[in-house]
T-cell receptor
Framework: IAGITQAPTSQILAAGRRMTLRCTQD?????MYWYRQDLGLGLRLIHY???????GKGEVPDGYSVSRANTDDFPLTLASAVPSQTSVYFC??????????FGAGSRLTVL | AQKVTQVQTEISVVEKEDVTLDCVYE???????LFWYKQPPSGELVFLIR??????QNEISGRYSWNFQKSTSSFNFTITASQVVDSAVYFC????????????????FGKGTLLTVNP
């Protein structure tokens, strides 16, 4: 089934640790995105990538980095996690003005 | 910059009631897209509808209907004869056409409306 796979589904992490959330698509879409969802704040864009080899900052990029070595993978890294990064993270992919397809989400708790 | 405001934070209705979720947006572009997504308790994001800025026709899909009015920058969502399974968080979102071409249609989401339908 075509779509987006995120891993891990859920993770508890000690503050200060490094963490990478993985995102893989099998739709060959050029554009990929990372959003975080927090209660009362909706979904906010962290980083995006128009195509392999390019990335850009979204609304809330601080503390996060991304890479896009190929079309299918778009990992999100927290270099040194802080409690304020406790959230649900959604990866998405899209082509042109088409509807974005979202992954199932990764729930991250930073203690 | 684009902005989406969902007027209601929470709505609670009794089953079979009609309910409208209000969405107001801001954009400087003449070409843009509006969306509604549903997030049920299971957590996934389910696409409901996309409209482009040049198509102001209202749309009906079963019990769901959408009213797009450019004059008031609104894109409201109505559920007729609500059911318990409609209980979810609903997000309105806006995407502007990318400047200079490209494929970066970034979505800006509203903060969501939690709809609870009681039996």
């Amino acid at each position: 089934i075509a779509g987006i796979t995120q891993a891990p589904t859920s993770q508890i992490l000690a503050a200060g640790r490094r963490m990478t959330l993985r995102c893989t698509q099998d739709m060959r879409h050029n554009a990929m995105y990372w959003y975080r969802q927090d209660l009362g704040l909706g979904l906010r864009l962290i980083h995006y990538s128009n195509t392999a080899g390019t990335t850009g900052k979204g609304e809330v990029p601080d503390g996060y980095s991304v890479s896009r070595a190929n079309t299918d993978d778009f990992p999100l890294t927290l270099a040194s996690a802080v409690p304020s990064q406790t959230s649900v993270y959604f990866c998405a992919a899209g082509a042109g003005a088409n509807v974005l397809t979202f992954g199932a989400g990764s729930r991250l708790t930073v203690l | 910059a684009q902005k989406v405001t969902q007027v209601q934070t929470e709505i609670s209705v009794v089953e079979k009631e009609d309910v409208t979720l209000d969405c107001v947006y801001e954009t400087r572009d003449t070409t843009y897209y509006l969306f509604w997504y549903k997030q049920p308790p299971s957590g996934e994001l389910v696409f409901l509808i996309r409209r482009n800025s040049f198509d102001e026709q209202n749309e009906i899909s079963g019990r769901y209907s959408w009213n797009f009015q450019k004059s008031t920058s609104s894109f409201n969502f109505t559920i007729t004869a609500s059911q318990v399974v409609d209980s979810a968080v609903y997000f309105c979102a806006l995407s502007e056409a990318p400047y200079g071409g490209g494929s970066n249609y970034k979505l800006t989401f509203g903060k969501g409306t939690l709809l609870t339908v009681n039996p």
